[in-house]
């Protein structure tokens, strides 16, 4: 008779290895948001990375790299998560939602990479700058063509200052992750339908709204033009 094998318990079962440059990313984002960038010594990194400094070195010649290389991160992880999202979805005022509501919950459930390419980015010196600054446009630039596809979608209003409408949008958005609690009840999807609503239907109820809307928008949109020209 064979004899059976004790199953493994679960507190036997160690986890898949992680890959050292994601170990180091992943230690460095949670220390960066907890400590922030000029708190966090490389030392502490690489103890985090359970790592040598020197191995560390030799992966990044500084702390503004390791910030960069996590920025990186958080902006491949950003635009995964809403294409993830919106794959299937044909309407792109619907892509646009779907697309707030994705990047909120990767901001909202602990991905430091994003949050710290948002909050952390005014710590960089001035040579490290540039990447930050490459990855943030990239980051608005695919933001900024969702918003560009909906606008041409033909349901929303034809004279609207896009970069405006980005700013607005997601300095409300982001800001979120500095006071979401999760006790607090309301998750990651209803606050961002909630914020949506406010962008796409207004505050005010129909009868409170002036006559021509359009023509308001307009207006708007030709004195935001005469000031940045």
Partial sequence: MTKAHPQPRAADVQPAPVDTEE???????????EKGFAATTVREIASAADMLP????YRYASKDDILVALMKRGVERAIGAVELATAKEPSAIERLRLGLRAHLELLCNGDDSLYVLLFDWRSLTSGALKGLIR????LEAYWEGLLLEAHASGTARPLLDIELVRHFGFGAINWVATWYRPQDGRTP???ADAF???LAYGLLHESARPPD?????AALL?????KTS
């Fill in 222 to 226: 030709a004195s935001s033009l005469r």
């Fill in 135 to 138: 990855e943030r446009a990239r």
């Fill in 196 to 198: 949506w609503s406010f």
């Fill in 213 to 217: 809307l359009d023509t308001h928008f």
């Fill in 189 to 191: 999807a209803q606050i």
């Fill in 54 to 57: 020197g191995s560390l070195h």
């Fill in 23 to 33: 170990r180091v990313l992943l230690a460095a984002g949670k220390l960066f948001r």
